[in-house]
């Protein structure tokens, strides 16, 4: 176990200024190019749709507007739904085709035609039989025809625009949505200067429609002015194994669009033409802000489907666009909400006054859900993106009908606000799980080594990888340097991604498992011989501890009959690392391959665990998410300070049972370990030092909390702040301990942690140590008991238990801290101190160890 010291991380310089900007954002030109050609796509349509719809409003009766806006609504979701996952395929699959993207295209565009016709159809059908309010819209023969129409001819141009994107020529779909939109104004001013022409939702069609033909030849005129178009033969054998990943697109695109593109019909049915008037144009203003996420995490798909590795860079400066942008006009359209719905008239001022401020407040929601479903596509998780907007959007849509049928409009679109913010809380952490992912170690690629597969590590080993500790044992017999790597070689060929022997990837916080040839050079690396001759073992420990960071997740020094041993703590605590230790010594003793049968890696073992502790037992709640907090430090005079961690250690054969008779006579029931800790703030004192005697942090195993037969082969443990009434107390230090460890929060500060690692990530490297240390420091202690190793009790050592070394040490610690940790073995109490030089005599505190084990009780008896 470790502690860790508290120096903030310190920033690096970051860009400033114009020039800065620039520069941060230079690598992105794909994505603001394209973004920037789809968001004026939207602005523009939006735009001159406003201005279509206040000029229709003031022109035609509000039931032509009711019917022409229906009729517009049912051609938009029917056509979207017959673009059958067309679009996003291409963007997909495009940059993929070398040659015959254009046939590719127009084989989309025809089944896209024709499986909109086919909805177009079934639509009327439907609403002549079933629903009276949409037979009533159709507008009759003419009207039905023209719908039918509009419908395919506005799924194939959805799917060109988005074939446009694909091939990253967003410019060119702004070109025709800006003629469509100029077009259909035209038009409808043109046939309301018409004599006796009246303006009927059936002619407010027409103007639609003939839109997007006109804007439609405009633009492949222009493609093949520009010789853009090779061959325009639809080829239905292309679309041979695309029919998975296009049907994966077209549920996910369904799901996302059904309850938005269904919101006005579900307003027209539940409520009446006149009321979906307002709604619809309340919805546009909607449509106008979320244009910023929608077209952005269309955008972001795009550049990024051929290139994952730009992912995570391009959700970061995504997310930057949209919330930077499109958060602060969301709150203006909340605040003026019923002046900008007065601006279509005072009908639909108070009709959808606060209907249009409860949709501005989905804006986040929408952000977040674009982008879930922009990351779902580039890594290839479709399916279950798309099952999950399933269940989204039929609840959206129940929850309209619902509210619509027994309130008005201002409570039919609550229900849907509520609905999609309950998605944001869900898919929100998949995004940001993106936005702060670490980038991924390239060493191993650029060191020639040759991974074949990874693993990711869990929420628990993500937590400890920054940490490290050492364990130094011997003297042994029969043990050396080829031995220790032939048991490791041995260990890999049979189990290949057993973490021992694996990379450890710090940045993506991921398991490198290697080939054999890449393994046997490692190893060579891994483990260093220090020779045969006379070591000191604490050299070897403090060589291990000055060692930076590395991708070894086991770093090894043996010699002289001494094997030095520095583990991440992401491989493990004590119980793990002694189960290696034990059988890497004792297979390099007995020249075979090391043997460790991995075990299950219960990745749910916490949350199950503090569910037990405190799920099911309310009253508990309170007491399991009170902490204690280490005291505030006063500010106090510093100097000049730079890190020199070290170690001293000591050992006793006689000390254990000096203690266990002090323990049956003053303080019966207390275990060693607070009679050890007591002992050494004691001598602490005595020597002159100032400990600070507020409280100290103690290691504690979670483990104890997990069912029977749950096992954690990582690290499992915490290190709560505890203030005992006296440190020098052994009773005081039991008490405090033993009723902390019975309240359980633990598993909260854990599960806590865990849950910030999720969203924000964890650092593969410690925060650097600071530059200035109290020109008094007072001594912050930490407390580890690793227990009994009497399981190395039959490793092949050369002396006997008096005189064997067994130490455990940490690699970090604060400036002012020192780390006690304590262990037993066959009889023998072993202590090691971890400080730093530059702040503590090693002299005194290896002093300090020398008293606890010559006198602990003296020490303690003069204390209270």
């Known amino acids: 176990?470790?502690?860790?010291?508290?120096?903030?991380?310190?920033?690096?310089?970051?860009?400033?200024?114009?020039?800065?900007?620039?520069?941060?954002?230079?690598?992105?030109?794909?994505?603001?190019?394209?973004?920037?050609?789809?968001?004026?796509?939207?602005?523009?349509?939006?735009?001159?749709?406003?201005?279509?719809?206040?000029?229709?409003?003031?022109?035609?009766?509000?039931?032509?507007?009711?019917?022409?806006?229906?009729?517009?609504?049912?051609?938009?979701?029917?056509?979207?739904?017959?673009?059958?996952?067309?679009?996003?395929?291409?963007?997909?699959?495009?940059?993929?085709?070398?040659?015959?993207?254009?046939?590719?295209?127009?084989?989309?565009?025809?089944?896209?035609?024709?499986?909109?016709?086919?909805?177009?159809?079934?639509?009327?059908?439907?609403?002549?039989?079933?629903?009276?309010?949409?037979?009533?819209?159709?507008?009759?023969?003419?009207?039905?025809?023209?719908?039918?129409?509009?419908?395919?001819?506005?799924?194939?141009?959805?799917?060109?625009?988005?074939?446009?994107?694909?091939?990253?020529?967003?410019?060119?779909?702004?070109?025709?949505?800006?003629?469509?939109?100029?077009?259909?104004?035209?038009?409808?001013?043109?046939?309301?200067?018409?004599?006796?022409?009246?303006?009927?939702?059936?002619?407010?069609?027409?103007?639609?429609?003939?839109?997007?033909?006109?804007?439609?030849?405009?633009?492949?005129?222009?493609?093949?002015?520009?010789?853009?178009?090779?061959?325009?033969?639809?080829?239905?054998?292309?679309?041979?194994?695309?029919?998975?990943?296009?049907?994966?697109?077209?549920?996910?695109?369904?799901?996302?669009?059904?309850?938005?593109?269904?919101?006005?019909?579900?307003?027209?049915?539940?409520?009446?033409?006149?009321?979906?008037?307002?709604?619809?144009?309340?919805?546009?203003?909607?449509?106008?802000?979320?244009?910023?996420?929608?077209?952005?995490?269309?955008?972001?798909?795009?550049?990024?489907?051929?290139?994952?590795?730009?992912?995570?860079?391009?959700?970061?400066?995504?997310?930057?666009?949209?919330?930077g942008g499109g958060f602060p006009a969301s709150l203006v359209v909340l605040f003026l909400s019923e002046q900008i719905m007065g601006l279509f008239g005072t009908a639909y001022r108070v009709t959808a006054g606060q209907a249009l401020a409860v949709l501005s407040l989905t804006y986040v929601p929408f952000v977040f859900h674009h982008f879930f479903l922009a990351i779902s596509r580039v890594q290839n998780r479709l399916r279950g993106a798309g099952i999950f907007s399933v269940f989204a959007g039929v609840t959206e849509l129940l929850a309209a009908w619902w509210a619509g049928s027994t309130g008005d409009l201002n409570e039919l679109v609550t229900a849907v606000a509520v609905v999609m913010a309950i998605e944001m809380v869900l898919v929100a952490p998949i995004v940001l799980k993106v936005v702060f992912a670490p980038v991924p170690d390239m060493s191993a690629v650029s060191e020639g080594v040759n991974v074949m597969s990874t693993t990711s590590l869990t929420l628990h080993e993500r937590a400890w990888l920054p940490l490290e500790y050492i364990r130094t044992v011997g003297p042994l017999t029969g043990v050396d340097a080829a031995r220790v790597r032939n048991a490791l070689i041995g260990l890999h060929a049979a189990d290949p991604t057993h973490r021992a022997v694996s990379r450890l990837d710090r940045s993506g916080a991921r398991w490198q498992h290697m080939d054999a040839v890449s393994f046997a050079a490692y190893v060579q690396e891994a483990v260093t011989d220090i020779g045969h001759g006379p070591v000191d073992f604490d050299t070897m420990t403090r060589h291990l501890q000055s060692e930076p960071r590395a991708h070894h997740p086991v770093r090894i020094l043996v010699g002289g009959g001494y094997l030095a041993l520095k583990v991440s703590h992401a491989y493990g605590d004590a119980g793990p690392v002694n189960t290696l230790v034990h059988e890497l010594i004792q297979a390099a003793y007995e020249g075979r391959a090391a043997r460790i049968a991995p075990s299950k890696r219960h990745r749910t073992a916490l949350p199950k665990a503090w569910w037990k502790q405190f799920g099911l037992q309310p009253g508990r709640w309170k007491e399991g998410l009170s902490f204690a907090r280490p005291p505030h430090d006063e500010e106090a005079p510093v100097r000049p300070w730079q890190a020199n961690l070290t170690v001293v250690t000591a050992r006793s054969g006689q000390v254990l049972g000096q203690m266990r008779t002090w323990r049956d006579q003053y303080a019966p029931g207390v275990t060693t370990s607070a009679i050890t800790f007591a002992a050494f703030t004691s001598a602490l004192i005595e020597l002159g030092f100032r400990p600070d005697l507020r409280g100290g942090t103690f290691l504690a195993d979670a483990r104890r909390y997990l069912d029977a037969g749950v096992s954690i082969d990582s690290n499992f443990c915490m290190g709560p702040f505890l203030s005992p009434p006296s440190l020098t107390d052994p009773m005081a230090i039991h008490r405090t301990l033993k009723a902390e460890l019975a309240t359980g929060r633990i598993l909260t500060m854990m599960l806590l942690r865990e849950g910030k690692i999720l969203l924000s990530g964890a650092p593969g490297m410690p925060d650097p140590y600071p530059t200035a240390v109290a020109i008094e420091p007072r001594p912050r202690l930490t407390f580890s008991n690793q227990g009994r190793h009497d399981m190395l009790g039959d490793l092949p050592w050369a002396v006997e238990p008096a005189g064997r070394v067994n130490q455990s040490v940490p690699t970090l610690n604060g400036p002012e801290g020192i780390t006690l940790t304590t262990s037993e073995m066959n009889g023998v109490l072993h202590l090691e101190a971890t400080f730093h030089a530059t702040t503590y005599d090693p002299a005194l505190v290896a002093r300090a160890l020398d008293m606890v084990c010559r006198n602990p009780a003296g020490l303690i008896m003069a204390n209270r």
């Open 1 to 323: 176990m470790t502690a860790t010291h508290a120096a903030p991380r310190h920033a690096g310089p970051g860009p400033t200024g114009k020039r800065g900007i620039f520069t941060a954002l230079k690598g992105h030109v794909d994505l603001l190019l394209n973004a920037g050609s789809l968001m004026a796509t939207t602005l523009i349509t939006s735009v001159f749709g406003f201005a279509y719809w206040w000029v229709a409003a003031h022109l035609a009766p509000q039931a032509a507007v009711g019917q022409a806006s229906a009729a517009v609504s049912a051609m938009t979701l029917i056509g979207t739904i017959g673009m059958f996952g067309m679009g996003t395929m291409l963007i997909a699959e495009l940059p993929a085709v070398a040659r015959g993207k254009w046939d590719l295209i127009s084989t989309c565009l025809l089944t896209a035609g024709t499986a909109a016709t086919a909805g177009g159809l079934l639509y009327v059908l439907v609403a002549n039989l079933w629903v009276p309010s949409l037979r009533d819209a159709l507008g009759g023969t003419p009207g039905t025809i023209l719908l039918v129409v509009g419908i395919a001819l506005n799924a194939m141009t959805l799917v060109l625009d988005e074939a446009m994107v694909g091939l990253l020529q967003g410019p060119l779909q702004l070109m025709r949505n800006a003629w469509f939109s100029l077009i259909k104004l035209v038009l409808l001013a043109a046939v309301a200067v018409i004599p006796g022409l009246a303006l009927t939702g059936t002619v407010l069609l027409l103007t639609w429609v003939a839109g997007i033909v006109a804007a439609t030849a405009i633009l492949f005129r222009t493609l093949r002015r520009r010789g853009m178009i090779d061959s325009l033969r639809p080829r239905p054998g292309l679309m041979r194994g695309r029919g998975r990943a296009t049907f994966d697109h077209n549920l996910l695109n369904l799901a996302t669009y059904l309850p938005r593109a269904a919101l006005p019909l579900i307003v027209t049915a539940t409520l009446s033409a006149e009321a979906n008037a307002a709604f619809y144009t309340a919805f546009m203003v909607l449509s106008f802000m979320a244009m910023v996420p929608g077209n952005v995490a269309l955008t972001l798909f795009a550049v990024t489907a051929g290139d994952r590795s730009a992912l995570r860079g391009k959700v970061r400066v995504g997310l930057l666009i949209c919330l």
